[in-house]
T-cell receptor
Framework: AQSVTQLGSHVSVSEGALVLLRCNYS??????LFWYVQYPNQGLQLLLK??????LVKGINGFEAEFKKSETSFHLTKPSAHMSDAAEYFC???????????FGKGTMLLVSP | DAGITQSPRHKVTETGTPVTLRCHQT?????MYWYRQDPGHGLRLIHY???????DKGEVSDGYSVSRSKTEDFLLTLESATSSQTSVYFC????????????FGDGTRLSIL
Protein backbone atom coordinates (compact mmCIF):
# COMPACT_ATOMS: atom_id res chain seq x y z
CA ALA A 1 0.00 0.00 0.00
CA GLN A 2 1.13 3.52 -0.64
CA SER A 3 1.11 6.32 1.89
CA VAL A 4 2.16 9.94 2.28
CA THR A 5 3.40 11.76 5.35
CA GLN A 6 3.53 15.54 5.50
CA LEU A 7 5.58 16.75 8.41
CA GLY A 8 3.98 19.69 10.13
CA SER A 9 0.30 20.53 9.92
CA HIS A 10 1.20 24.24 10.02
CA VAL A 11 4.30 26.05 8.79
CA SER A 12 4.84 29.76 9.43
CA VAL A 13 7.27 31.92 7.48
CA SER A 14 7.89 35.61 6.99
CA GLU A 15 7.35 37.25 3.65
CA GLY A 16 10.56 36.88 1.61
CA ALA A 17 11.75 33.83 3.54
CA LEU A 18 12.39 30.37 2.18
CA VAL A 19 9.41 28.04 2.08
CA LEU A 20 10.03 24.34 2.77
CA LEU A 21 7.14 21.91 3.01
CA ARG A 22 8.06 18.31 3.67
CA CYS A 23 6.59 15.20 2.06
CA ASN A 24 7.70 11.60 2.50
CA TYR A 25 6.08 8.72 0.70
CA SER A 26 6.04 4.98 0.76
CA UNK A 27 5.44 2.98 -2.36
CA UNK A 28 6.31 -0.52 -3.48
CA UNK A 29 6.84 0.62 -7.07
CA UNK A 30 8.24 3.81 -8.61
CA UNK A 31 5.71 6.45 -7.74
CA UNK A 32 4.13 9.40 -9.43
CA LEU A 33 4.11 12.34 -7.03
CA PHE A 34 2.08 15.52 -6.98
CA TRP A 35 1.78 18.73 -5.01
CA TYR A 36 -1.55 20.53 -4.91
CA VAL A 37 -2.50 23.87 -3.38
CA GLN A 38 -5.88 24.78 -1.93
CA TYR A 39 -6.94 28.37 -1.31
CA PRO A 40 -9.85 28.99 1.07
CA ASN A 41 -13.22 27.75 -0.19
CA GLN A 42 -11.71 26.47 -3.41
CA GLY A 43 -10.81 23.14 -4.96
CA LEU A 44 -7.30 21.77 -5.33
CA GLN A 45 -5.00 23.22 -7.95
CA LEU A 46 -2.04 21.30 -9.32
CA LEU A 47 1.31 22.92 -8.46
CA LEU A 48 3.66 20.36 -9.96
CA LYS A 49 4.15 16.67 -10.64
CA UNK A 50 6.97 14.13 -10.73
CA UNK A 51 6.73 11.39 -13.34
CA UNK A 52 10.38 10.21 -13.49
CA UNK A 53 11.49 12.53 -16.30
CA UNK A 54 13.63 14.70 -14.01
CA UNK A 55 14.26 14.68 -10.28
CA LEU A 56 13.96 18.47 -9.92
CA VAL A 57 10.51 19.57 -10.94
CA LYS A 58 9.46 23.17 -11.44
CA GLY A 59 5.87 24.20 -10.96
CA ILE A 60 3.67 27.24 -11.01
CA ASN A 61 4.08 30.34 -8.83
CA GLY A 62 7.83 29.78 -8.36
CA PHE A 63 7.54 26.48 -6.51
CA GLU A 64 9.75 23.49 -7.15
CA ALA A 65 10.24 20.04 -5.66
CA GLU A 66 13.05 17.52 -5.70
CA PHE A 67 12.48 13.79 -5.85
CA LYS A 68 14.98 11.89 -3.69
CA LYS A 69 14.53 8.16 -4.00
CA SER A 70 17.05 7.32 -1.28
CA GLU A 71 15.14 9.45 1.20
CA THR A 72 11.68 8.65 -0.23
CA SER A 73 11.03 12.38 -0.16
CA PHE A 74 9.46 14.99 -2.41
CA HIS A 75 9.80 18.27 -0.50
CA LEU A 76 8.30 21.47 -1.87
CA THR A 77 10.33 24.69 -1.83
CA LYS A 78 10.09 28.30 -2.86
CA PRO A 79 13.01 30.73 -2.41
CA SER A 80 10.95 33.72 -1.31
CA ALA A 81 7.47 33.56 0.19
CA HIS A 82 4.72 35.96 -0.85
CA MET A 83 1.62 36.78 1.14
CA SER A 84 -0.40 35.21 -1.68
CA ASP A 85 1.26 31.84 -0.99
CA ALA A 86 -0.76 31.44 2.20
CA ALA A 87 -2.85 28.33 1.58
CA GLU A 88 -3.02 24.63 2.36
CA TYR A 89 -0.67 22.34 0.47
CA PHE A 90 -1.19 18.65 -0.20
CA CYS A 91 1.28 16.04 -1.34
CA UNK A 92 -0.12 12.98 -3.14
CA UNK A 93 1.21 9.71 -4.55
CA UNK A 94 -0.14 7.50 -7.32
CA UNK A 95 1.04 4.22 -8.67
CA UNK A 96 -2.10 2.24 -9.28
CA UNK A 97 -3.54 1.31 -12.61
CA UNK A 98 -6.62 3.43 -12.02
CA UNK A 99 -4.65 6.56 -11.23
CA UNK A 100 -6.06 6.78 -7.72
CA UNK A 101 -4.29 9.21 -5.43
CA UNK A 102 -3.33 8.87 -1.81
CA PHE A 103 -3.06 12.25 -0.12
CA GLY A 104 -1.13 13.46 2.86
CA LYS A 105 -3.05 15.27 5.58
CA GLY A 106 -1.96 18.66 4.32
CA THR A 107 0.23 21.52 5.55
CA MET A 108 -1.18 24.98 6.12
CA LEU A 109 1.33 27.66 5.10
CA LEU A 110 1.03 30.91 7.02
CA VAL A 111 2.91 33.95 5.69
CA SER A 112 3.42 36.98 7.91
CA PRO A 113 4.48 40.47 6.78
CA ASP B 1 -9.44 25.21 -15.96
CA ALA B 2 -10.86 21.71 -16.35
CA GLY B 3 -14.60 21.77 -16.99
CA ILE B 4 -15.93 20.29 -13.76
CA THR B 5 -19.15 21.44 -12.14
CA GLN B 6 -20.34 20.21 -8.77
CA SER B 7 -23.90 20.73 -7.60
CA PRO B 8 -25.14 21.82 -5.23
CA ARG B 9 -22.28 23.91 -3.85
CA HIS B 10 -23.84 24.02 -0.39
CA LYS B 11 -26.47 21.86 1.27
CA VAL B 12 -27.90 21.56 4.75
CA THR B 13 -30.08 18.57 5.52
CA GLU B 14 -31.26 16.43 8.38
CA THR B 15 -30.06 13.08 9.65
CA GLY B 16 -31.75 10.18 7.91
CA THR B 17 -32.58 11.96 4.68
CA PRO B 18 -31.17 10.87 1.31
CA VAL B 19 -28.71 13.19 -0.40
CA THR B 20 -27.34 13.12 -3.94
CA LEU B 21 -24.38 15.16 -5.11
CA ARG B 22 -23.66 15.60 -8.77
CA CYS B 23 -20.41 15.98 -10.66
CA HIS B 24 -20.53 17.02 -14.30
CA GLN B 25 -17.51 17.18 -16.60
CA THR B 26 -17.06 18.53 -20.11
CA UNK B 27 -13.59 17.01 -20.71
CA UNK B 28 -14.75 13.54 -21.80
CA UNK B 29 -12.33 11.99 -19.27
CA UNK B 30 -12.74 8.32 -18.52
CA UNK B 31 -11.97 8.48 -14.79
CA MET B 32 -13.97 10.27 -12.14
CA TYR B 33 -13.49 10.31 -8.38
CA TRP B 34 -15.29 11.39 -5.24
CA TYR B 35 -13.34 12.51 -2.17
CA ARG B 36 -14.28 13.90 1.19
CA GLN B 37 -12.13 16.46 2.99
CA ASP B 38 -12.11 16.73 6.76
CA PRO B 39 -9.77 18.71 9.03
CA GLY B 40 -6.74 16.64 9.97
CA HIS B 41 -7.50 13.92 7.44
CA GLY B 42 -6.65 15.51 4.12
CA LEU B 43 -8.63 14.10 1.22
CA ARG B 44 -9.91 10.55 1.34
CA LEU B 45 -11.23 8.62 -1.63
CA ILE B 46 -14.85 7.49 -1.37
CA HIS B 47 -15.53 5.88 -4.75
CA TYR B 48 -14.20 6.16 -8.24
CA UNK B 49 -15.27 5.28 -11.76
CA UNK B 50 -13.17 4.05 -14.66
CA UNK B 51 -15.95 4.13 -17.23
CA UNK B 52 -19.70 4.19 -17.71
CA UNK B 53 -21.25 1.78 -15.19
CA UNK B 54 -17.74 0.82 -13.95
CA UNK B 55 -17.16 1.88 -10.36
CA ASP B 56 -15.14 0.75 -7.38
CA LYS B 57 -14.80 1.51 -3.69
CA GLY B 58 -12.21 3.75 -2.13
CA GLU B 59 -10.88 4.09 1.37
CA VAL B 60 -14.07 5.42 3.02
CA SER B 61 -16.96 4.00 1.01
CA ASP B 62 -19.27 2.86 3.84
CA GLY B 63 -22.58 4.74 3.73
CA TYR B 64 -22.06 5.97 0.16
CA SER B 65 -23.08 4.74 -3.26
CA VAL B 66 -22.30 6.05 -6.73
CA SER B 67 -23.63 5.80 -10.22
CA ARG B 68 -22.31 6.69 -13.64
CA SER B 69 -24.81 6.25 -16.45
CA LYS B 70 -22.98 8.52 -18.89
CA THR B 71 -19.43 9.71 -19.29
CA GLU B 72 -20.03 13.26 -18.14
CA ASP B 73 -21.93 12.62 -14.91
CA PHE B 74 -20.90 10.93 -11.66
CA LEU B 75 -23.40 10.90 -8.81
CA LEU B 76 -22.64 10.36 -5.13
CA THR B 77 -25.57 9.28 -2.94
CA LEU B 78 -25.88 9.17 0.80
CA GLU B 79 -28.84 6.83 1.26
CA SER B 80 -29.50 7.90 4.85
CA ALA B 81 -27.29 10.79 5.87
CA THR B 82 -25.58 10.81 9.26
CA SER B 83 -23.84 13.64 11.09
CA SER B 84 -20.47 11.93 10.51
CA GLN B 85 -20.94 12.57 6.81
CA THR B 86 -20.83 16.32 7.33
CA SER B 87 -17.87 17.26 5.18
CA VAL B 88 -16.67 18.98 2.04
CA TYR B 89 -16.97 16.71 -0.98
CA PHE B 90 -14.76 17.04 -4.03
CA CYS B 91 -15.10 15.51 -7.44
CA UNK B 92 -12.03 14.96 -9.59
CA UNK B 93 -11.42 13.77 -13.12
CA UNK B 94 -8.50 12.21 -14.98
CA UNK B 95 -7.83 10.82 -18.43
CA UNK B 96 -6.25 7.85 -16.68
CA UNK B 97 -2.84 8.00 -18.33
CA UNK B 98 -0.12 7.02 -15.92
CA UNK B 99 1.37 10.03 -14.24
CA UNK B 100 -1.39 12.36 -15.31
CA UNK B 101 -2.85 14.46 -12.51
CA UNK B 102 -6.40 14.64 -11.35
CA UNK B 103 -8.29 17.90 -11.77
CA PHE B 104 -10.70 18.98 -9.07
CA GLY B 105 -14.04 20.68 -8.87
CA ASP B 106 -14.80 23.49 -6.43
CA GLY B 107 -16.44 21.21 -3.88
CA THR B 108 -19.78 20.79 -2.15
CA ARG B 109 -20.11 21.76 1.49
CA LEU B 110 -22.60 19.36 3.10
CA SER B 111 -23.92 19.85 6.62
CA ILE B 112 -26.07 17.17 8.24
CA LEU B 113 -27.90 18.27 11.36
Amino acid sequence: AQSVTQLGSHVSVSEGALVLLRCNYSSSVPPYLFWYVQYPNQGLQLLLKYTSAATLVKGINGFEAEFKKSETSFHLTKPSAHMSDAAEYFCAVSNSGYSTLTFGKGTMLLVSP
Amino acid sequence: DAGITQSPRHKVTETGTPVTLRCHQTENHRYMYWYRQDPGHGLRLIHYSYGVKDTDKGEVSDGYSVSRSKTEDFLLTLESATSSQTSVYFCAISDGSKGQPQHFGDGTRLSIL
